[in-house]
């Protein structure tokens, strides 16, 4: 359930029309819900109750930082995975004491300014990595804690670019290497090994995959413990998917009901890192039609939004729901492609999509665009990075200016020898 809903006629973000915030931000932008926000983490903290359950917020799902400091004013904990993430949770009010840095590619600096910062636990994915990291703690007279996190070799049946705990996926520990690499951990000066960790995908929209996945992780901690580790620690990841389409995933509850099954007497705490379900529903993406393209076989929708902005249709063949923000007043509908303006046949947003008819002018919204939407953007074709809108009731607030073709010239040189217009000839 989110706060997007028709209010006399308009599409709103809980009380605001977002016909108001096009004329007062211009298209297109991305509008974020903070009842939606709450009334998510709440209902996936309340799947928890009754588990010493600590939510690390996936900050890469969006990393706006008025939606990382709703959660944090919630209690939320972040899952990182770089230095610039610490940066943007620490500027929103998360403490590092309640982070955990995760990544298969960690750099020694990375991993110095994690443990200077004092993160809660460092998920390492490989040997390598934890050579490295011993170095680091040890140059530094600190043990890091750390989290492995293994491959399950278990299918999570969701996009091929989103799975990550199959044997052939570059993540993790591979299964059949975990307890040797545990026993190396041990031995390693700078290591303090507190957990086990597992991440199997993400957009999951069956408890299958977790249920074989926990399984597995749960019998190692028991091995494990048996050669007398202290597991301190179960990080479970995150993954839980939404509805975009006719997707019905599994309920917080029913996810939070199999997890208290396999784990709720694992005697630790457990550590969940969900990004999707949490701001996936609060965030819609609102752009203007620029064109009605009448083709001989087909009509397009040329938006003012493109590729660039929302890369997950082109990247993923992701469906975003696209919606009038006039309501519809009549249920007429005929099939069009939605597409952006930049130069490429995959700037395509939905093919033969049943859509109102729509003139030049007229606003649409990308439904369930929070994650993965404004993170994911780039300036390709000279665009701007667009604004971010967080709504609040009956009140608004620009969270993330419009960063412009301007800022984008400020960054760049002219080197010395183009200096002046002349080509100068080329020498020696
Ligand atoms: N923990 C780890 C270690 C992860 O790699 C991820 C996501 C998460 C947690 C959060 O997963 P979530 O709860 O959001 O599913 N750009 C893609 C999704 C990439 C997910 C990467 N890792 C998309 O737009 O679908």
Redesign the pocket.
């Known amino acids: 359930m989110d706060h997007f809903t028709y209010i006399d006629g308009q599409l709103s973000a809980e009380d605001v029309p977002l016909k108001a915030l096009a004329e007062a931000y211009g298209t297109p932008f991305y509008c974020y819900s903070t009842a939606t926000l709450v009334r998510h983490y709440t209902v996936f903290a309340d799947a928890l109750a009754g588990l010493d359950a600590h939510i690390?917020y996936?900050v890469?799902?969006n990393a706006n930082i008025a939606v990382l400091s709703t959660l944090a004013s919630l209690g939320a904990g972040a899952?990182i995975?770089s230095l610039g993430e610490l940066k943007l949770t620490l500027a929103a009010g998360i403490p590092a004491s309640k982070t955990v840095f995760?990544?298969v590619g960690k750099t020694a600096d990375e991993m110095r300014g994690a443990l200077e910062a004092g993160v809660h636990q460092l998920?390492v994915e490989s040997l390598e990595e934890l050579a490295v990291l011993s170095e680091v703690a040890s140059g530094m007279g600190v043990m890091a804690p750390v989290a492995i996190?293994v491959n399950p070799d278990v299918d999570a049946k969701t996009?091929k670019?989103?799975t990550?705990g199959l044997s052939e996926n570059k993540?993790g520990i591979a299964w059949a290497q975990a307890e040797d690499v545990f026993n190396q951990a041990r031995n390693m000066a700078g290591i303090d090994v507190v957990g086990v960790?597992v991440?199997i995908?993400?957009?999951?929209t069956d408890l299958v995959p977790y249920r074989a996945a926990y399984t597995k992780v749960r019998d190692l901690v028991e091995r494990l413990r048996a050669q007398g580790f202290d597991i301190r620690v179960v990080d479970l990841?995150?993954?839980?998917?939404i509805p975009y389409e006719a997707e019905n995933p599994p309920s917080p509850a029913e996810y939070g009901a199999m997890v208290k099954e396999i784990m709720g007497d694992i005697g630790c705490p457990l550590a969940f890192?969900?990004?999707?379900?949490?701001?996936?529903n609060a965030g819609v993406l609102v752009s203007r039609v620029v064109y009605v393209k009448k083709g001989i076989d087909r009509t397009f929708l040329i938006l003012d939004a493109a590729m660039n902005d929302l890369?997950?249709p082109a990247?993923?063949d992701?469906y975003h729901a696209v919606v009038a923000v006039d309501e519809p007043a009549s249920d007429a509908r005929a099939p069009v492609d939605i597409v952006g303006p930049v130069c490429e046949s995959g700037d395509t947003f939905a093919r033969q999509r049943d859509m109102p008819v729509l003139q030049a002018g007229d606003l649409v919204a990308f439904r369930s665009a929070g994650?993965?939407?404004a993170?994911?953007s780039s300036t390709y074709n000279g665009r701007d990075l667009v604004p971010e809108i967080l709504v609040n009731g009956a009140a608004h607030a620009l969270v993330a200016e419009r960063y412009t073709i301007d800022d984008m010239i400020k960054r760049q040189r002219i080197p010395d020898w183009l200096d002046n217009a002349t080509p100068k000839e080329a020498t020696g």
């Open positions: 690390h996936a890469k799902a899952d995975v995760s990544g998920n996190r996009h670019k989103i990550t993540f960790a991440h995908g993400s957009q999951l990841g995150g993954g839980l998917g890192e969900p990004g999707r379900m949490i701001v996936g890369i997950r990247m993923y992701a994650a993965y939407g993170v994911m």
